[in-house]
C-alpha cells in the first residue's frame, strides 16, 4: 500500500484521464554520446518520464538508452514534438513517422507542437530549416498564424492510434485560447520556459483555469543562467532552512506550483539529486516566496528565437499576457445574472427574476392564543407608524401571533410588483454597481452625511474615476462631488457646513490606535510639500517594499533628509484628518473637501517634503516604473506593445496636493518634476533678459555710422513732431 501511494504522489492526471509523471528527463542539447548512457542512468534511477524532439537530432540514441536500462516500454512516459519544418498538413505524420522510428515505438505518450512558426519546406525534406541568403529560416507566415491546420492532423494521430495525447509547446495565452475555441481536442499539455527569471504566472493561471497542464523547461535557467539562479540568496535561504541543495529548491517550487520540471544533467550524482526532489513538499509559505521573488524580476528568456528566425509575429509577447489575464478578471469576465447565480443567492424566491412576482403577509394561525396575539409593539413598529396616515399598520403588528405563518396570496398588478432585474441590490456588473449609489444616512453621533459603500464584488466609490487612461487624473470641480442617489434612496438632510463640523470632528475620541493614525495623517497632509493619493488593488507586500526600497535610493538634495514616504492609509480615518484640517484652516477647507471623494477604499499616500525638480523627477521615475507605465523592450519587426499592455490597473493615481493649498491634476503634478536645478533655471532666465540686448547689438554692428545718425534724427523729428501737436 505504502509503494502504491508514492506511485500515484508521482504523478499528476491530466484532463484526458491519463497519468503522466510528475518529474520528466529532459535530453535537449545532449550529443548521441551523451544521451544513451545518461537515458540509461535516469531510467534506473527511477525517472519514468523522457522529453524528446524530433529536433534534438538523438531520438535513436534515447531508444538505445532506453533498451540499455532494461524497462518495458509500457512503464514508460515518452514525449515528442513535431517540429516548424512540418507543419504543413501533408508533412505531420511524415514527421511522426520519423520520430517513432527513431524512437523504436509504435506510439507516443505525448506529441506537442514544438514551436508556433512554420518554415517553409515545400518537398517535406527531413532537414530543420531551408536557410535564407540572410542565414536565418524561411517562415511560412501564412502557416505560422494558421496553426490549427497543422494541429487537426495531430488530432488525427490520435484517432489513428499513433498518439494518445497532443498539446502544444511555447504557446502564449492568446495562442492558447485560440486553440482552446477552435479545437476538438483540446490540447492537455503546454511546455513552456519557466524558471526564476520567467515565472508565467499569468501563463500557469490561465492554463490551470482550462484544465492544461505546464511543463517547464529549463528550470534552472539553462547554461547561461544556472548558476546565477542556484546562488540567488532566496534560493540558498530556502534550501538551508528545508535542509536540501538549490536545485532541488527550483524544481519542488516548480512542482509546488502544479507544474511538470524537464531537468536535464548527464552528471550521474545530478541525475540522483534531481530525481529525490520527488520526496521533497516545499511548504506553501516557501513557494509563495519565492513566486515573490520572481515577480519581482524582470523577464529573462534563456530561449526567445523571435529574432534569430525573424518571424513576423512575436513568439512570447511579454507584457501582453499580464493585460489578457486582466482582462479575464475584468472586463472579458461578467458575473452570471442572479437566476444564475450559486444557490444560496436563490434560497429567496424573489432573487429569481423568473418566478412571478408574489406578495406575501403573516396571518394569525388558528390556533394562536389571545395572550399571544396581545402584544405590545416594538419602538420601530411605533415609530413606523407615526409616519404611516393611519393608525391601522401599527394595530395590524399589535394584533399579529408571533406564531404566525407564511400565506400565500393573489399576484399583485404590474404596477405593485417590484421588478426584480432593476434592484440596485442584483446589480452584478462592473459598469452598473459602479452607477448603483451607496445607502445614504445622517451619522447620528456626528451629524454628518454618510455613505454606505458596497463592498461585495466591487467597490462603490461616492464619485467615479476614469480608469482609461495611463494617468487617472483626478478632477477638482466639485459640481459632481457626490453620486446621484437613486429613486428607492431615502431623503437626507443637507451636509452640515465645514464650521459646524468642525468642534466634532476634533473633539471626537478614537481608541489609541486610532488617535496615533489620525495624529499621523494630520501631520502628513499638513507638513507635506507634495502629496500623492494612489489606489492600490491586491498589491502585495513585497511589492510595497520594493516600491519604498526604491523611493530611499533616490538621493537627497545636500540640504535635506527627508525622503519621500509611501504610506498605506486606513479610508476612515484619513477622512476624519482632511475633515479637521478644512474646518481649521480657512485656506485649505475647499481643497480638501474636494479632495474627500478620492479617500475611499483601498488608498496609499505617497508624501514628500522635498520639491527639488530633480529629486521629484527620480520619484516619478520610481513611480512610472510601478504603474507599469516603462514599456518592455519591443518585439522584433518593428511591431510596438499597445499603451494598454504596459499599464498595471493595481496601482493608480487619483489626485496630488501641492503645499496643502493646491489640488493638481496628476499630470500637472508630473511637470514639476521635469524643471530644471535652480542653477539651470538661472542661465535660463538670464539667457531670456539677454536675448533682446543680444539682438539689438546685432542691429547696431550691422549697421553703418551715417545711416544710424540718420535714422536716429529721424525718429527725433518725429517725437518734437508729436509734442507741437499735442
Not at 75 to 82: A, I, N, R, Y
Not at 555 to 575: N, Y
Request: aromatic share 6%; with cysteine; glycine share 6%.
Amino acid at each position: 500500500m505504502y509503494v502504491s501511494a508514492i506511485r500515484r504522489s508521482a504523478n499528476l492526471t491530466l484532463a484526458n484521464g491519463a497519468e503522466i509523471p510528475k518529474l520528466g528527463f529532459g535530453t535537449w542539447k545532449m550529443t548521441k554520446q551523451q544521451a544513451v548512457p545518461a537515458v540509461a542512468h535516469a531510467i534506473k534511477t527511477g525517472y519514468r518520464h523522457v522529453d524528446c524532439a524530433w529536433a534534438y537530432r538523438n531520438e535513436d540514441a534515447v531508444a538505445a538508452g532506453i533498451k540499455k536500462a532494461g524497462v518495458p516500454r509500457s512503464q514508460l512516459w515518452l514525449t515528442s514534438k513535431l517540429w516548424n519544418s512540418f507543419h504543413h498538413p501533408a508533412h505531420v505524420e511524415k514527421a511522426l513517422d520519423d520520430t517513432l522510428k527513431d524512437l523504436d515505438t509504435d506510439y507516443l505518450d505525448l506529441y506537442l507542437m514544438h514551436w508556433p512558426v512554420a518554415f517553409l519546406n515545400a518537398n517535406g525534406a527531413m532537414v530543420p530549416s531551408i536557410r535564407s541568403t540572410g542565414g536565418h529560416p524561411v517562415e511560412q507566415t501564412r502557416l505560422s498564424r494558421d496553426f490549427m491546420s497543422t494541429y487537426r492532423l495531430m488530432e488525427e494521430m490520435v484517432k489513428k492510434g499513433k498518439v494518445r495525447s497532443i498539446g502544444v509547446s511555447n504557446f502564449n495565452i492568446r495562442r492558447i485560447s485560440e486553440l482552446l475555441e477552435a479545437s476538438n481536442l483540446k490540447p492537455l499539455v503546454n511546455q513552456v520556459e519557466v524558471n526564476l527569471g520567467v515565472h508565467n504566472e499569468e501563463l500557469r493561471n490561465y492554463a490551470h483555469a482550462h484544465r492544461v497542464t505546464l511543463q517547464a523547461y529549463s528550470p534552472f535557467g539553462s547554461n547561461q543562467n544556472a548558476a546565477k539562479y542556484l546562488d540567488h540568496p532566496v534560493v540558498l535561504d530556502v534550501a538551508q532552512r528545508n535542509n536540501i541543495t538549490p536545485a532541488q529548491v527550483l524544481l519542488a517550487w516548480t512542482m509546488g506550483r502544479g507544474i511538470i520540471p524537464i531537468s536535464k544533467s548527464i552528471t550521474p550524482e545530478r541525475i540522483e539529486e534531481n530525481f529525490r526532489t520527488l520526496q521533497i513538499e516545499l511548504p506553501q509559505d516557501e513557494i509563495k516566496h519565492l513566486t515573490n521573488e520572481a515577480l519581482s524580476r524582470p523577464i529573462e528568456r534563456t530561449v526567445d528565437p523571435t529574432q534569430a528566425w525573424a518571424v513576423e509575429d512575436a513568439i512570447f509577447e511579454d507584457g501582453i499576457d499580464q493585460t489578457r489575464e486582466m482582462e479575464l478578471k475584468g472586463g472579458a469576465y461578467l458575473p452570471p445574472p442572479a437566476s444564475q447565480s450559486p444557490i444560496e443567492h436563490r434560497l429567496d424566491p424573489r432573487n429569481d427574476p423568473q418566478t412571478p412576482a408574489r406578495f406575501f403577509h403573516t396571518a394569525a394561525h388558528p390556533m394562536a392564543t389571545n395572550s399571544a396575539s396581545r402584544r405590545r409593539a416594538t419602538a420601530i413598529q411605533a415609530r413606523m407608524a407615526s409616519k404611516s396616515p393611519s393608525s391601522s399598520f401599527l394595530r395590524s403588528f399589535a394584533t399579529s401571533s408571533r406564531s404566525a405563518v407564511t400565506a400565500e396570496v393573489q399576484a399583485a398588478s404590474r404596477s405593485e410588483a417590484p421588478v426584480v432585474s432593476e434592484s440596485p441590490l442584483l446589480r452584478t456588473t462592473s459598469e452598473s454597481a459602479l452607477a448603483t449609489p451607496g445607502l445614504k444616512f445622517i451619522d447620528g453621533e456626528e451629524n454628518i452625511q454618510r455613505e454606505t459603500q458596497k463592498i461585495n464584488m466591487y467597490t462603490v466609490r461616492t464619485r467615479s474615476f476614469s480608469t482609461s487612461a495611463p494617468i487617472r487624473a483626478f478632477s477638482v470641480s466639485s459640481s459632481s462631488s457626490s453620486s446621484s442617489s437613486s429613486s428607492s434612496s431615502p431623503a437626507t438632510k443637507p451636509v452640515s457646513p465645514p464650521s459646524a463640523r468642525s468642534a466634532r470632528v476634533g473633539s471626537r475620541k478614537y481608541p489609541s490606535k486610532k488617535s496615533f493614525l489620525y495624529e499621523k495623517y494630520l501631520r502628513l497632509l499638513a507638513d507635506s510639500q507634495l502629496v500623492l493619493v494612489l489606489q492600490h488593488n491586491n498589491l502585495s507586500v513585497a511589492e510595497f517594499s520594493k516600491i519604498r526600497s526604491d523611493i530611499a535610493a533616490i538621493k537627497l538634495p545636500a540640504s535635506q533628509s527627508s525622503p519621500a514616504t509611501l504610506t498605506v492609509v486606513r479610508a476612515g480615518v484619513i477622512k476624519a484628518a482632511a475633515r479637521q484640517l478644512a474646518s481649521s484652516e480657512s485656506n485649505r477647507g475647499a481643497v480638501m473637501e474636494r479632495l474627500q471623494p478620492a479617500l475611499s477604499g483601498p488608498i496609499a499616500l505617497l508624501t514628500c517634503h522635498v520639491l527639488d525638480p530633480t529629486y521629484l523627477s527620480g520619484l516619478f521615475n520610481v513611480l512610472d516604473r510601478a504603474l507599469g507605465h516603462v514599456a518592455p523592450r519591443a518585439p522584433a519587426g518593428g511591431v510596438k506593445f499597445p499603451e494598454v499592455a504596459v499599464a498595471n490597473p493595481r496601482l493608480v493615481p487619483l489626485a496630488a496636493l501641492l503645499e496643502g493649498g493646491r489640488l493638481l491634476h496628476v499630470a500637472q503634478a508630473r511637470d514639476v518634476g521635469r524643471l530644471g536645478g535652480l542653477e539651470q533655471l538661472r542661465v535660463q532666465i538670464v539667457g531670456l533678459l539677454s536675448t533682446c540686448a543680444q539682438q539689438l547689438a546685432g542691429v547696431l554692428s550691422q549697421a553703418a555710422g551715417q545711416q544710424l545718425a540718420l535714422t536716429l534724427e529721424g525718429r527725433k523729428r518725429d517725437l518734437e513732431r508729436k509734442a507741437q501737436n499735442v
